[in-house]
């Protein structure tokens, strides 16, 4: 199975993966995500560009959590972002999910952007990715970097095909 | 005492109670009902949820019947790609495999509900020649491995030969394969072009018994003398057991794409068919037998004391000499609108994706081919039109990566 794939090649503890492990872990986790992984692209191939991360997150709680960022060995900011009228900003006030709710981070729409890349992302790189909430622990995972078009059509201009002065994160 | 209502409600997995009121009958009917209905359910979907391992000491795809529909993919490498892009895309297929084997979807497919499940898909992964020389690994090609030589038979063009690397996709299911191909195709597209790809099929599962040696179209029963899956035999003729260590548990590739000439060989008489094979076309006995797998005995005469097995017949020419010419034969029938002008009906071309698998391609392969090249009465009706060698390396355990070792 890939969760296995992804699993050993992270050679890192199991219970960090909530999301991937096998049912034990995960039924003791707050959050699990799916299907994250990571757009490679002329975006990302060089150091101080950007990219986004998408996934599906459950949260596990009976409580709403938000997720508010991250932290990555690739990015000194991890930034979540929504395109509205097909423009890239800022989530204020981060993502907000429902007990028992599932986020979809997707191209288009709702994501977690690295930005100021410290190192290049191209297809086929392993990125690690810290995912922080609210009301929750932490996350983290270990990416696939692809360069996927999944959903790139569902809007104009997108992040990565046309970045625009608004893609500057909020300070 | 028992009552056949409780039997019926143990049947159905509830819980058995001694003093059921007279509605729990029907109850458990109903239950057990379902019970079948699901049961009826799942079985219709079986060749979808049939899965092959894909991981271990070898790749899948190999030692392994062949599935219904295969797609063999030569690529070839962008310009400047290096050892450490290998491994990414190594990396990106070896995660791919994991889960189209298993029957999901690739990460970040577009279109994940297309992939109903594996229906024993397998990948096997390879590289040419061509691959080594452009990446400076002359000093990691597997013993034996390498071009093999022009025979005089030979017609090869080249959008049917070569490549640097091979992906072999195989499904029971056309449809999952073509949406498998796509991902593993654009999962490569960072890395390599797609130099050819050919497409062969058998039988779909359910129309012969399991077991059953495939018939090629010229009618034949093709690939009789094989070794048997999980044998000693199998081990020692195709896995790869010394040398470079990715690729120990690997073997090695030839795929030969042959053209038949059926409208002439369909003219020909039945006698003088099986007298070109050697076997016989109603079950593939060899013509001193009656059985499929009957020995072959090459000494036997007839009563004007004629060989029985001509001298001329393939089966003469192609069996092994001595034992270091066994290897692992399989076919896969291609059917294609030919480029070429012909004067077949349609213009349609029938042939085999011939495959070969050995541990060392120049020791096993090669004298056999050999041989044929010089004097088989079948070269008069099939004529190699693409060839390619490929290196398959080893199986991965969960978390390695194709091939790590060789790029690294």
Same mark, same amino acid.
């Given at each position: ?171 | ?104 979807? #690739?990460?970040?497919?577009?279109? /994940? +509900? ?8 397998? =990948?096997?992964?390879?590289? %040419? *020649? ?90 034949? #029963?093709?690939?009789?003398?094989? /070794? +048997? ?8 003729? =195709?896995?790869?057991?010394? %040398? *470079? ?164």
């Amino acid at each position: 199975m890939r969760r296995s794939v992804l699993l050993a090649i992270a050679l890192a503890p199991a219970f960090l993966f909530a999301s991937v492990a096998p049912a034990t872990a995960a039924t003791k986790a707050e959050v699990t995500v799916s299907g994250a992984w990571v757009k490679s692209s002329e975006y990302s191939d060089h150091v101080g560009g950007m990219t986004g991360v998408f996934a599906k997150i459950t949260n596990k709680t009976k409580k709403t959590i938000t997720l508010v960022g991250g932290t990555s060995s690739f990015a000194p900011m991890v930034d979540v972002h929504q395109v509205v009228n097909g423009v890239m900003s800022h989530k204020p006030g981060g993502i907000k999910i429902a007990p028992g709710k599932t986020v979809v981070l997707q191209p288009g729409g709702l994501h977690v952007m690295l930005m100021g890349l410290k190192k290049t992302i191209l297809s086929g790189t392993k990125v690690d990715l810290k995912l922080t909430f609210t009301g929750a622990k932490a996350v983290s995972l270990k990416l696939t970097a692809k360069s996927s078009a999944s959903g790139e059509e569902t809007y104009t201009p997108g992040p990565m095909t046309s970045p625009s002065p608004s893609m500057t994160p909020n300070k | 005492m028992v009552s056949r209502r409780q039997l019926l409600l143990g049947a159905a997995g509830l819980a058995g109670g001694s003093a059921l009121a007279g509605g729990g009958g029907a109850l458990a009917a109903e239950a057990y009902k379902r019970g079948f209905a699901e049961a009826e359910a799942k079985g219709e979907i079986k060749v979808a949820k049939a899965t092959l391992p894909w991981s271990g000491k070898h790749q899948g795809g190999v030692e392994a019947p062949a599935q219904a529909h295969t797609n063999f993919i030569a690529l070839n490498l962008k310009p400047g790609i290096t050892r450490d892009d290998m491994l990414r895309w190594m990396l990106l297929l070896t995660e791919d495999i994991a889960a189209l084997a298993t029957g999901e979807a #690739v990460l970040a497919d577009p279109s /994940p +509900e297309l992939i109903v499940g594996a229906a024993n898909l397998s =990948v096997t992964v390879g590289f %040419g *020649p061509t691959l080594f020389k452009k990446l400076s690994l002359e000093d990691k090609m597997p013993i034996g491995f390498g071009e093999i030589p022009a025979f005089k038979i030979d017609q090869l063009k080249d959008e049917f030969s070569g490549g640097d690397v091979l992906l072999h996709v195989g499904a029971e299911d056309l449809q999952i394969l073509a949406h498998a191909t796509r991902a593993l195709l654009r999962d490569s597209d960072d890395f390599g072009d797609v130099k050819w790809i050919q497409s062969g099929f058998t039988n779909a599962v359910g129309t012969n018994r399991p077991g059953t040696t495939q018939r090629n179209l010229m009618g034949q #029963v093709d690939g009789t003398d094989n /070794p +048997e899956f999980g044998s000693e035999n199998f081990s020692n003729q =195709v896995w790869i057991d010394q %040398g *470079p260590a990715w690729a120990i548990g690997g073997t090695q590739l030839v795929l030969r794409r042959i053209k038949m000439n059926l409208e002439t060989w369909d003219s020909l008489g039945r006698e003088q068919k099986e007298q070109t094979i050697g076997r016989n076309l109603h079950n593939g006995a060899p013509l001193n037998g009656k059985n499929e797998r009957d020995p072959i005995d090459f000494e036997a005469t007839n009563e004007f004391g004629q060989k029985v097995i001509p001298e001329f017949a393939h089966i003469r020419r192609a069996s092994a000499k001595s034992m270091d010419e066994l290897f692992f034969r399989r076919p896969f029938n291609y059917q294609a609108v030919s480029a070429d002008q012909q004067s077949t009906p349609g213009n349609l071309e029938s042939g085999l994706l011939w495959t070969a698998y050995a541990k060392n391609l120049s020791k096993q392969y090669v004298p056999v081919q050999e041989r044929l090249a010089s004097f088989d009465l079948l070269n008069k009706w099939t004529t190699p039109v693409g060839s390619a060698t490929f290196a398959i390396a080893r199986g991965v355990k969960p978390g390695e990566i194709l091939a790590e070792e060789l790029f690294a």
